[in-house]
């Protein structure tokens, strides 16, 4: 950018360091607050201010289409995740899964008030990370949409073969699908 030429009260300037970086210091970073986040999101998004999962049956067919039309968002935090390795080989060892054509799913009971997701995704099975992260969002969505059903239990997903962008709706019905049978492994 040598040789930009700008016009500043009637004087010609060839220098970029004599450029402004900040015209109102006062509105230098409305954007930013504090520790550099934006605290008006919530005000955008109904219910982002909820905390914790929705009664049952607060959610109909309808608004399950509609996102932003619910009264109450149902959360996925971290605390729903099995993140260990010996969280995920306990699951796997308990011996109850359902296959499908796509996925494998494991599951045990797990004692608590909600149910856990463990996703295990090969770079063997699905070789584009692009493509394995599209895996992963579907199968929380489908996890996070089902998770009152699933309380109680630890679920892990496997998935099988490669998914194309036109099976992934096959994909996301035998998941469906696959954790409706897993209901018999509470004990």
């Known amino acids: 950018m040598r ?13 970029e360091t004599h450029l402004p970086t900040v ?15 934006n605290h008006g999101w919530r005000s955008r998004y109904p219910g982002a201010s909820c905390q914790g999962a929705c009664p049952l049956g ?15 968002i149902i959360r996925f935090p971290k605390s729903h995740r ?20 796509f996925l494998q ?8 008030v909600h149910s856990r997701l463990g996703l295990i995704i090969a770079g063997k099975v699905e070789r584009l990370a692009v ?17 009152q059903e699933l309380a109680g239990l630890d679920l892990v997903v496997r998935l099988r073969c490669r998914v194309s962008p036109g099976n992934a709706a096959r994909m996301t019905g035998e998941a469906e699908m ?7 492994c509470r004990g």
């Not at 493509?131 to 998770?147: D, H, M, P, S, V």
């Not at 696959?178 to 018999?184: A, F, P, S, V, Y």
Request: proline content about 2%.
């Open 3 to 15: 040789g930009f030429i700008y016009q500043s009260q009637g004087k010609r300037e060839n220098d």
């Open 23 to 37: 015209r109102d210091a006062k509105k230098a970073n409305t954007w930013l607050s504090g520790s550099h986040e």
């Open 58 to 72: 607060s959610l109909d067919l309808a608004n399950r289409r509609n996102p932003l039309s619910r009264s109450c």
């Open 82 to 101: 099995l993140h260990q390795a010996d969280e995920f080989s306990s699951v796997i060892r308990f011996r109850c899964s359902a296959s499908g054509e």
């Open 105 to 112: 799913v494991f599951a045990k009971p797990n004692n608590l």
């Open 131 to 147: 493509n394995r992260n599209r895996a992963k969002r579907l199968l929380r969505e489908i996890f996070r949409a089902r998770q």
């Open 178 to 184: 696959l954790m409706i049978q897993l209901q018999r």
